[in-house]
């Protein structure tokens, strides 16, 4: 039986005879449903109006997997390469068998993981092709519309493979994480970031969202607590949840520059206009104000900020 996808966010619903009503991922308040009402395709759908994979190689051991044309919110997945087995991450909601080929050629797949539930996409699919492992935040793992399979569930952070690390940061979703690849960037670190943290089109600082579609802004704790949880990782690149933009280098400079000028708009404390003239927070020239840092106190395993 012929999975049923969420036009709007790419989310599969598998094993129905007819879709559901609605997108229980776009009827929540960080997605949205179109005014014209709930869209549903299939991947014979999209295949036959002409969607392909689009696989490319993003930088050495990291290949990108997208759809060409776009589809749904468009974020394309990465594969990660390593020694000891491949990590897929944030699969698009398109799969098919030259994507499912690739992927067999690069040496197969070990896990399938996402950055937050939007996008989950082809997860089990991407599964079931490899007999891999789905691991999920067990604080989103409520939100998969297909919950069997190898389902694996981690709180904190999870080291899957030598060098890849997933890190719960929360923010946009309780669940909300990051995956550090330490090999990347030429050995100098990389943070695979989705929309956890959003490099903006420049290319030279990043933001944070509660809302992407619905414009709502992410509270200062929940930014500090993002800040902290990738503090004790080496990074210097940071790809977000598309094939641009790309956070190319000083990615830690940039991040704790860019929250604080976040947080500053979220105080209220407006620069004037020979600030605005400074630096962007991406240049080593500009000076921001100290981020605080909350305090953190373990849980049965998990680190939670107040």
Known sequence: MAAWICATCGNHYPDAESPPDVCVICADERQ??????????????????????????????LVGIGADPLFAIGQR??????????????????????????????????????????????????????????????????????????????????????????IQCGGHFPGSAVLHWAEGADGTGVLLSGDTIFVTPGEDRVTFVWSAPNRLPLPERAVNGVVEAVRPYAFDRIYGGWWQPVLRRDARHVLDSSAARYIQWLRGEVPTESETARPAPGHRGARAPRVSRPRRRATGGRLRTR
């Open 32 to 61: 949205w449903v179109p005014a014209a009402g709930q869209r549903w395709t299939t991947l014979a759908d999209l295949q036959a109006a002409g969607h392909r994979a689009d696989i490319r190689e993003v930088e050495p051991g």
């Open 77 to 166: 997945s990465l594969l990660v390469r390593t020694d000891e087995g491949n990590l897929l991450w944030d699969p698009s909601g398109f799969i098919d068998e030259s994507a499912i080929q690739a992927v067999r050629d690069a040496g197969g797949l070990r896990a399938v993981t996402a950055s937050h539930p939007h996008f989950y996409g082809a997860i089990a699919e991407w599964s079931r092709a490899f007999d891999a492992e789905i691991l999920l935040p067990e604080a989103d793992a409520h939100w998969l519309t297909h919950p069997n399979g190898a389902i694996r569930t981690w709180s904190g952070s999870l080291r899957v493979l030598p060098g890849v690390t997933l």
